[in-house]
């Protein structure tokens, strides 16, 4: 009886076969586009080595400039943070697998106050407040980076003050 049934739906079981192998091969080419498209730094520059100058700026009139070179091409912006300075963080897992700063150097968030992260355009030479995470910086991208301490009213970065004052800011690079 089984047998019967196989030899008179062979047709709909080589289409079921197919469709199934069909989805496997779809989902493993999502899945190795998304591995590529999140690797910031691709074959060429492993091993080579960029320089990278960063801004923290307290908020309270005190500021540090760390000019780093021989940073890793393949490193993010939060690595870089964590080896010049002592962070505080808050991980968060897959699948965004990104840090929230909660402190640097001993400076921690508090009520309105936050550290926020900028970087220079390079085109326009003017600060742009991130709208991603350290985590997704890569130094393919941007070179001059800050960290700052600040209030703000609005999680509308665009009524935010850049991180060197009287310095010009956009909201698009």
Request: hydrophobic share 40%; glycine share 8%.
């Amino acid at each position: 009886m089984g047998v019967n049934i196989i030899s008179e739906h062979k047709a709909f079981f080589a289409i079921l076969v197919l469709v199934g192998a069909g989805i496997v091969a779809f989902q493993a080419s999502a899945f190795y586009y998304y591995q590529k498209s999140n690797s910031a730094c691709l074959g060429p520059c492993q091993g080579s080595t960029v320089k990278v100058e960063t801004l923290i700026n307290y908020g309270n009139g005190t500021s540090q400039w760390i000019n780093k070179t021989g940073v890793p091409a393949d490193w993010n912006f939060y690595q870089l943070t964590t080896s010049i300075s002592r962070v505080q963080a808050t991980y968060y897992g897959p699948p965004t697998s990104e840090h929230l700063i909660t402190g640097i150097n001993g400076v921690e968030s508090r009520q309105q106050y936050f550290w926020s992260l900028w970087a220079v355009c390079q085109e326009s030479g003017a600060w742009l407040a991130s709208n991603v995470g350290a985590d997704a910086i890569h130094f393919t991208t941007y070179h001059t980076l800050a960290w700052y301490f600040q209030a703000a009213n609005s999680q509308d970065s665009s009524n935010w003050n850049p991180p060197v004052p009287g310095a010009s800011k956009v909201t698009v690079c």
